[in-house]
């Protein structure tokens, strides 16, 4: 199975910061790269899919980037709706394995 | 709307079974591959099953096999996990989700449900 890291698993930031996140893979999946948002109590929620591309509806503060085993997800400046944790997940194969997720809190 | 809803959970004893539900409705069911997706309490994401859109390709993630079968009903815009031999640490909110992309297992997952809880605990 491809195994998935997330770093760091928690951060501390205020509104109007630049975030990002990281997430490897063990093996390359190409670009069959998702993010997912999380807020608590809710489901999760689609925000990056192919790596880079925005999800219909998901502002544009959000962008993804990378392919092989690395790659990004940035925040270009974090409102306070965006508190969250985030997950990342590979759709190369089956299992389709998450991230263990970022925790992102206010500072 | 978009939508899905997960029903079944509750408690159960360990060893013992039970059927989980997904009623689906406002897109082409029959179009997409679903999943099940769990996270334990305080826990991260875990998939569980996946099923393709014509039920000829199912996966199952290594914690369930032999244990959990995944099954849909295109008529009746259903999706189903049957969980046999529970365990404890089969203890979590358990979400729908449908496949993004037409006629493939594989995919992001863009439409989740609510979740539903099962807890297996004697």
């Known amino acids: 199975d491809i195994q998935m890291t997330q770093s760091p698993s928690s951060l501390s930031a205020s509104v109007g910061d630049r975030v990002t996140i990281t997430c490897r893979a063990s093996q390359s999946i190409s670009s069959y790269l998702n993010w997912y948002q999380q807020k608590p109590g809710k489901a999760p929620k689609l925000l990056i899919y192919a790596a880079s591309s925005l999800q219909s509806g998901v502002p544009s503060r959000f962008s993804g980037s990378g392919s092989g085993t690395d790659f990004t997800l940035t925040i270009s400046s974090l409102q306070p709706e965006d508190f969250a944790t985030y997950y990342c997940?590979?759709?190369?194969?089956?299992?389709?394995?998450f991230g263990p997720g970022t925790k992102v809190d206010i500072k | 709307e978009v939508q899905l809803v997960e029903s079944g959970g509750g408690l159960v004893q360990p060893g013992r079974s039970l059927r989980l539900s997904c009623a689906a409705s406002?897109?082409?069911?029959?179009?997409?591959?679903m999943h099940w997706v769990r996270q334990a309490p305080g826990k991260g994401l875990e998939w569980v099953s996946g099923i393709s859109w014509n039920s000829g390709s199912i996966g199952y993630a290594d914690s369930v096999k032999g244990r959990f079968t995944i099954s849909r009903d295109n008529a009746k815009n259903s999706l189903y996990l049957q969980m046999n031999s529970l365990r404890a640490e089969d203890t979590a909110l358990y979400y729908c989700?449908?496949?993004?992309?037409?006629?493939?297992?594989?995919?992001?997952?863009?439409?989740w449900g609510q979740g539903t809880m099962v807890t297996v605990s004697s």
């Open positions: 989700a449908k496949g993004s992309v037409a006629g493939t297992l594989y995919g992001a997952f863009d439409i």
């Open positions: 997940q590979q759709s190369y194969s089956t299992p389709g394995t």
């Open positions: 406002g897109f082409t069911f029959d179009d997409y591959a």
